[in-house]
């Protein structure tokens, strides 16, 4: 397993934006897929977006589909959750987890990080 750090959350308006990054402690992050999942209060975790572990295939919910981005720092072991146009409806827990090379279970899960949007 891999610890997983976010950061990044916090309150922010309507309409704005906020970048969580999240930290791995792996010298072997090159072989993991990263996820970023959200749960609202009274639902489900729900899967929001993904990318490989070259960095080039990248997958997206419906609803963050547009406004949100996933991007990977190999280098700095870092995966990113740029987020745009936020909604109230985006309110939630963010975590960021991992997945290993061959693998399908979601093994490593960071502590998670809110995200308020209200004006």
């Known amino acids: 397993q891999v610890q997983l750090v976010e950061s990044g959350g916090g309150l922010v308006q309507p309409g704005g934006s906020l970048r969580l990054p999240c930290a791995a402690s792996t010298q072997r992050f090159t072989l993991y897929t990263m996820g970023w999942f959200r749960q609202a209060p009274g639902k489900e975790r729900e899967l929001i977006a993904a990318?490989?572990?070259?960095?080039?295939?990248?997958h997206y919910g419906d609803c963050v589909k547009g406004r949100f981005t996933v991007s990977r720092d190999n280098a700095k072991n870092t995966s990113y959750l740029r987020m745009n146009s936020l909604k109230p409806e985006d309110t939630a827990v963010y975590y960021c987890?991992?997945?290993?090379?061959?693998?399908?279970?979601?093994?490593?899960w960071g502590q998670g990080t809110q995200v308020t949007v209200s004006s």
């Open positions: 987890a991992a997945k290993f090379r061959g693998e399908n279970v979601w093994a490593s």
């Open positions: 990318l490989d572990p070259s960095g080039r295939n990248s």
